[in-house]
């Protein structure tokens, strides 16, 4: 017995409106970014000299952080200026006012995927240091990308050292135990 | 409401990439707590004979050269310190006073403030007080000048005496 009511053809579409939305659903992705590394424990060193104070400022190892990700085609399509922005604020947990942090790359590497017409991607800019804000995000660099793009494009990013520094430190500074979060985010430029 | 529950995974499918990603600083900074006087060593305080019958001795050119030196780091929100002075020993007839100027040179923060002239006993004295997070400097011409002088009290109680030793003590408490 053969059904065809109008209300089974309904479903039917339904459904394969459907797939195709969960099949570009699994195409597409977002624009990633990943922090290799560690966490640093700042070092230091104790006063032993009655009269003295701390250097003020400490830096971590240049290769702490390694940030790496990814810029899918989807997103690169959306980048009016043409350059994804990788940003950094800090959210802290017990902070003072007069600590300051700052970060800087070194290094990383922009490489291009899939079918693509002169096109060109470079890391730029967070060369020297930037401050870290608290709460509102700063500009650390840009990831700068031109050209046509064609089929299965996307971006990748892998290999920027990031070192981080602090500043204002001081026994005038409560002694306690300061913690806080360096978060980086990427995005549109 | 398949066509909703479609969109909304590929929204969630979108929104799926890592847009942000953390690393943590911690840093620690101990209590500290150090005083010194600078320049080390000794010195002498001298009275003179009198050359005319019926003066007195003559005091001692008061001792200038030394420096209290400290840094301290106290906790949140913890007490301040002081710095108290005492002597191993008193002479009989003599007083020996001590006073701390305003801090000066170097230092930065709650920097302490002098007592004033005390006359020293065997029991510890307050000579600066109110240090917070602070620290002078290093060595002479940082930190809170000192000046130490002799003074004659109860002149029945003098004696004569040569080399008499004096030990000053200074402790930096809370």
Redesign the interface.
């Known amino acids: 017995m053969k059904i065809n009511s109008r209300f089974f053809r309904k479903i039917r579409l ?2 394969y ?2 797939c195709i ?2 099949a ?3 195409c ?8 290799g ?6 070092s ?1 060193p ?8 701390y250097a003020g400022t400490y830096e971590s190892a240049t290769n ?2 390694t ?1 790496s ?2 810029l ?1 085609g ?1 997103f690169l399509n959306l980048l009016t200026t043409g350059a994804a922005r990788v940003s950094v604020h ?2 802290p947990t017990t902070w003072n006012s007069n ?1 300051h ?1 700052y970060a800087k790359r070194s290094g990383g590497s922009a490489t291009i995927s899939g079918l693509c017409v002169l096109c060109t991607a470079t890391i730029n800019g967070g060369t020297t240091y930037v401050e870290i804000p608290q709460a509102v995000d700063t500009a650390f660099f840009t990831i700068n990308f031109t050209g046509v793009l064609g089929l299965g494009n996307s971006v990748s990013y892998t290999g920027i050292n990031t070192q ?1 520094q ?1 500043s204002g ?19 549109a430029n | 409401m398949i066509l909703i529950r479609s969109l909304l995974l590929l929204v969630s499918f979108v929104l799926s990439g890592l847009f942000y990603s953390q690393t943590t600083v911690t840093m620690t900074l101990p209590i500290v707590t150090l005083m010194d006087i600078e320049p080390t060593g000794s010195f002498a305080l001298n009275f003179t004979a009198p050359t005319e019958a019926g003066n007195a001795l003559g005091n001692p050119t008061p001792n200038t050269s030394k420096w209290v030196n400290y840094t301290s780091a106290i906790a949140p929100g913890g007490l301040t310190r002081k710095i108290t002075a005492s002597v191993n020993k008193v002479i009989a007839g003599v007083n020996i006073r001590l006073q701390a100027a305003a801090a000066s040179g170097a230092g930065g923060g709650t920097l302490g403030t002098s007592a004033g002239i005390v006359t020293l006993s065997t029991t510890a004295t307050t000579i600066i007080s109110g240090i917070g997070g602070a620290y002078t400097g290093n060595g002479a011409n940082n930190g809170h000048a000192l000046t130490i002088s002799l003074t004659t009290n109860t002149y029945a109680n003098l004696i004569a005496q040569a080399n008499t030793a004096i030990v000053v003590t200074y402790t930096i408490t809370e």
Request: with cysteine; net charge positive.
């Open positions: 339904k459904k409106v459907s939305f969960l570009i659903g699994c597409l992705g977002a624009q990633t970014i990943n922090v590394g560690s966490n640093w424990t700042v230091v104790t006063i032993t000299e009655a009269g003295t104070n702490l952080i940030l990700g990814n899918p989807s800090h959210t600590l942090l981080l602090i430190v001081s026994v005038v500074v409560p002694a306690t135990t300061y913690n806080t979060q360096v978060v980086f985010t990427i995005g």
